[in-house]
């Protein structure tokens, strides 16, 4: 009666857990989580209301009961014991599995520099709330990092504080996988708000009221936001033996070399067809990953394959993407009114990746339709002309 | 009280695709089917309460543009997390090449 124990009530553990129930599993299934909020979508956190942090539950009560989904909430697995089968939890007691899923996540990095201790971190509702409530009119705050999270903070930010700075240690703005004029028009928008952006610049030292770069530089702060990325969670996975490299090592089952126990989302590393392992730290990637590993611990044969797809709002441009998108684009597709498609193609000319930046959600759906064309061999002169409807596109694909 | 409005013509949705209507402080969505029906639900996603005009349609089902939850346009049956609550639907007909919803 052991079942399937799903570690970590993030939204890949929680899609995992009704994607096995789906599938036809009859066994126990219990899903335990650090945290002792019923589970929440996170990416809401970075984009509070004039009433304050929206806290969005990924489910409810009703549903995980009509599933038979057991939830452990405020419970946190300090051991794997793969001999045995079971798992220390930190109340005390263990917890026998049959097949076991480990959706643990992955934590912010905090800053290295003296003193990083004073920057907040922004993951969890609660560090959401933290940051919102220090923030306030006469607020100062400096933001390290200029990635997605930094920037859309900034964006929120601005309207509600005195000034805000954004410390960027790389030559430019999004630098991961965001083509840069898309990135340059984001940064453009940010600074005609008042945000300062400051790129190629290191930290020396942190204290509780300023950020001291290296040239020497003090920037009076007072709120610090690392937004430096994260860290993926395995260290439970490592005292157990799994193979481990920037992520828990799964095959595109998401299996690890324990066939009894998967790894997915955020604290996985997938083995691509190429033999390397890629680590995905999107939403709709902790989604895509937890159907496949729900049904595959149900005994399915359900295999990952990207690319994911992400999207970021900040004032009024939507940006989405997914795939590859470095290097030079195959096709740009204008959509008028300030909105734009970029596709990539391989050297096969094969569809890899697209991103789009425009008002609102202009280019959702040309997105969408790219994402269903990956690895389809299409005329860049069809995808740059907009006036050809993409779905005909998609038909003749 | 619900009532037939005129909402536009047939020829103002695309075949598999979707317009935008606002009425009386509200707003819809009037899809054309593949097979030429016509269908009116909520403008809303019910998740986040995004525009669904910005969607993707295919075949009976419109895919939000924000975060990709799914709906059966005819029923508005929530296909796909993260949509949880149904849709609203309305009746929709045409008459003379008018499409007109009930609501």
Redesign the interface.
């Known amino acids: 009666m052991a079942g399937i124990v799903i570690v970590g009530a993030g939204e890949c553990g929680l ?1 995992a857990a ?1 994607a096995a129930r789906n599938a036809g599993y009859t066994g126990e299934i219990t899903v335990i989580g650090t945290e002792t909020a019923l589970p929440y ?1 996170r ?2 956190l970075s984009k509070p209301d004039a009433a304050g942090v929206i806290e ?1 539950p ?3 009560k009703e ?1 995980l009961s009509a599933c038979a989904i057991a939830l452990r909430s405020g419970v946190t697995v300090t051991e794997i014991d793969r001999a045995n089968r079971q798992l220390q939890l930190s109340v005390g007691s263990a917890l026998g599995y049959d097949k076991l899923l480990l959706t643990t996540g992955a934590r912010p990095r905090t800053l290295a520099c003296p003193g990083g201790e004073h920057a907040r971190v922004f993951r969890t509702i609660e560090d959401a709330r933290e940051v919102f409530r220090s923030a306030g009119a006469s607020t100062r705050v400096t933001i390290v990092g200029a990635g997605l999270i930094g920037l859309e903070l900034a964006a929120v930010l601005i309207g509600r504080c005195a000034k805000v700075t954004v410390l960027e240690a790389g030559p430019r703005p999004l630098g991961r996988n965001v083509p840069e004029p898309f990135a340059m028009r984001l940064a453009e928008r940010h600074r005609q708000r008042g945000v300062n952006i400051r790129c190629g610049v290191a930290l020396r030292v942190c204290t509780a009221f300023s950020v001291v770069l290296e040239n020497g530089q003090t920037i009076d702060t007072d709120l610090a936001v690392a937004a430096i990325g994260v860290t993926p969670n395995i260290d439970l996975a490592e005292a157990a033996g799994l193979t481990t490299q920037n992520g828990i090592c799964v095959d595109a089952g998401l299996r690890t070399e324990d066939p009894r126990i998967f790894a997915a989302g955020d604290c996985a590393a997938v083995q691509a067809p190429d033999g390397g392992y890629r680590h995905y730290e999107t ?2 990637n902790a ?1 895509a990953q937890g159907d496949v590993a729900g049904a595959n611990l149900a005994g399915g044969d359900a295999r990952f394959s990207g690319p994911v ?1 992400f ?1 970021s709002d900040q004032y009024d441009l939507g940006l989405q993407g997914f795939g590859e998108t470095e290097g030079d684009p195959a096709a740009i597709r204008d959509l008028g009114n300030g909105a734009e498609v970029r596709f990539y193609s391989n050297d096969a000319g094969q569809l890899i990746g697209a991103a789009g930046l425009g008002p ?3 280019v ?2 040309d997105i ?2 790219a994402q269903r064309l990956a690895g389809a061999t299409l005329d860049p002169a069809l995808l740059a002309d907009a006036n050809q ?1 993409m ?1 005909k596109l998609l038909r003749a694909a | 009280m619900a009532q037939w409005i005129d909402a536009c013509a047939t020829d103002d949705i ?1 075949e ?1 695709d979707l317009i935008r209507f606002d009425h009386d402080g509200r707003t819809f969505a009037i899809y054309r089917s593949p097979d030429d029906e016509f269908f009116c639900t909520d403008g809303l996603c019910t998740h ?1 309460q ?2 669904l005009v ?3 349609v295919m075949d009976y089902v419109i ?1 939000c ?4 939850g799914q709906f059966d346009y005819r029923t508005g049956e929530a296909k796909r ?2 949509v ?1 609550v149904n849709l609203a639907t309305y009746p929709a007909k045409v008459e003379n090449g008018r499409v007109l919803i009930e609501v």
Do not use: M, Y
Request: net charge neutral; aromatic share 10%; glycine share 2%.
């Open positions: 899609r009704f979508e990416p809401p969005k990924i489910t409810s549903a939403w709709q989604q797809w999207w609102s959600n202009a959702s759906r969408k339709i409807n779905k | 695309d598999e986040e995004v525009h910005d969607g993707l895919e543009p924000k975060h990709n997390a993260p949880c």
